[in-house]
């Protein structure tokens, strides 16, 4: 075998440099008071009775009603981060200046909003999330606007935690050994599974819909079940829990 490919072999034995699973992850919705959204849900009420009454139905404990501690909220399918980017230009010394090249500069950063979001899948399910707590989210996010007021009793923001999950790191060291110990326990099927990272989003709130509802009488598709939300958010902050350790 060539040395190049031992070498490549050898960064994917280290655990830093292996493969992640991308379909182990999760998706946290707290309020900025605390861990529930119960209370989000009664804000969101509480606004739309002030601007129009009885118009939307509301379940205020629906989103914890489907969470756990460590999982976060069960039926997300699929989550679309928000990407990096800054706009570049240039900027001249004047005219007459011979063969001299423009020089560069950073303009804006890209900011946070309907350009740069995170889009979130929920799966429908008969007591819907979207029309129920959602939909009505964004109705209310409309009256009250985004302005931070300092009024706690209407505050309908949230933070948003994405946590991924991998392969532990137990057995890197000796992936040999331990394969064989497994085996002779009878445990080959048994992965230790730790947190990879997690990427907090402070002060989100979703903004949109994307794409209607359909029906119709053919067989049920995935896309037939799914509803994508667009949401905003400030900043966000990435921890990597024993990176460096």
């Known amino acids: 075998m060539g040395q190049p490919i031992k070498q490549r072999l050898r960064v994917h034995q280290d655990w830093s440099g292996d493969i ?7 998706v946290q919705f707290q309020s900025r008071t605390g861990p529930s959204m119960t209370e989000v849900g009664n804000r969101i009420r509480k606004v739309l009775e002030e601007y129009q009454p009885r118009a939307y139905q509301v379940v205020p404990d629906l989103i914890d009603k489907f969470s756990e501690d460590r999982e976060g909220y069960l039926l997300a399918q699929t989550i679309a981060m ?3 980017n800054v706009s570049i230009n240039t900027t001249g010394v004047g005219s007459g200046t011979g ?17 740069n979001q995170i889009s979130i899948s929920f799966l ?7 029309d129920y707590f959602i939909k009505p989210w964004i109705v209310a996010t409309a009256y009250k ?11 309908i923001k949230c933070n948003i935690v994405v946590t991924q999950y991998t392969r532990a790191d137990n057995h890197y060291e000796d992936k040999l050994g331990s394969s064989q110990n497994a085996a002779i326990r009878n445990e080959t099927n048994v992965i230790d599974y ?11 709130a979703p903004y949109n819909t994307q794409g209607g509802d359909q029906m119709s009488y053919n067989a049920i598709s995935l896309s037939d079940i799914t509803k994508t939300v667009g ?3 400030s900043d966000y ?6 990176l460096y350790t």
């Open 20 to 26: 992640p699973l991308k379909n182990l992850w999760g």
């Open 82 to 84: 928000p990407t990096e």
């Open 99 to 115: 063969g001299l090249i423009d020089g560069y500069y950073a303009d804006n950063r890209g900011t946070y909003g309907s350009g």
């Open 124 to 130: 429908e399910t008969n007591i819907d999330v979207v």
């Open 145 to 155: 606007g985004l302005i931070e007021d300092g009024d706690a009793d209407t505050d």
């Open 194 to 204: 730790k947190l990879r990272k997690a990427t907090t989003f402070y002060n989100c």
């Open 231 to 233: 949401w905003i958010f």
């Open 237 to 242: 902050k990435l921890s990597t829990p024993g």
